[in-house]
């Protein structure tokens, strides 16, 4: 059975449930999250998506991110998803969300009310490679300079998060 997403208002006010690929081909907006890990030197550990995924394939994001599902808090999901893609789980903190819209070249958009987490992580990850490519850590300030001279190797949210939550993400 595909995956189903949870619709919301803007307001993130649950409305229904949706499976995935019809949301993303609809352009219904949905909860989503977006995970930032730290470690303490202050470097972001950076994902690249595998290159199967159904869109923005190969392009550098976020630790991780994904869909809640229905009845399951956002750090849980954080957390679950972590695990799954990155092998590894440790404390979040919802810092903030926002909705975006993006679409992309093959037909899908994503409408999304994204929440934005953060944790802190020493160790490295244990990719899936059936979800992540590659991955890194870097300082924050020099990914930062790299989204903005070149956004086209980045993910949509990953961008917009970077151009407007950096000071949120930058604790250190």
């Known amino acids: 059975?595909?995956?189903q997403v949870v619709l919301v208002d803007e307001k993130d006010n649950p409305i229904g449930l949706m499976p995935k690929m019809e949301a993303h081909e609809r352009a219904v907006l949905h909860r989503a999250f977006s995970v930032f890990i730290l470690n303490g030197?202050?470097?972001l550990m950076l994902q690249q998506r595998a290159n199967n995924k159904y869109h923005s394939p190969g392009l550098w994001t976020n630790t991780c991110c994904s869909h809640q599902r229905d009845g399951e808090s956002n750090i849980d999901?954080?957390?679950?998803?972590?695990?799954?893609?990155?092998?590894f789980t440790?404390?979040?903190?919802e810092l903030t969300s926002?909705?975006?819209?993006?679409?992309?070249?093959?037909?899908?958009?994503?409408?999304?009310?994204?929440?934005i987490m953060l944790g802190r992580y020493e160790d490295n990850p244990?990719?899936?490679?059936?979800?992540?490519?590659?991955?890194?850590?870097?300082p924050l300030a020099e990914v930062k300079k790299d989204v903005e001279a070149n956004p086209k190797n980045y993910t949509v949210w990953f961008v917009i998060i970077f151009a407007k939550f950096y000071d949120h993400l930058n604790i250190n």
Do not use: C
């Not at 440790?90 to 903190?93: G, S």
């Not at 926002?98 to 929440?115: P, R, V, W």
């Open 98 to 115: 926002f909705i975006y819209k993006a679409s992309f070249d093959n037909g899908l958009t994503e409408h999304e009310f994204d929440h």
């Open 1 to 3: 059975m595909e995956e």
């Open 41 to 43: 030197k202050g470097e």
């Open 90 to 93: 440790t404390e979040l903190t």
């Open 126 to 138: 244990v990719i899936n490679p059936d979800e992540v490519a590659a991955w890194k850590w870097m």
């Open 77 to 87: 999901a954080g957390q679950r998803r972590l695990h799954e893609e990155m092998g």
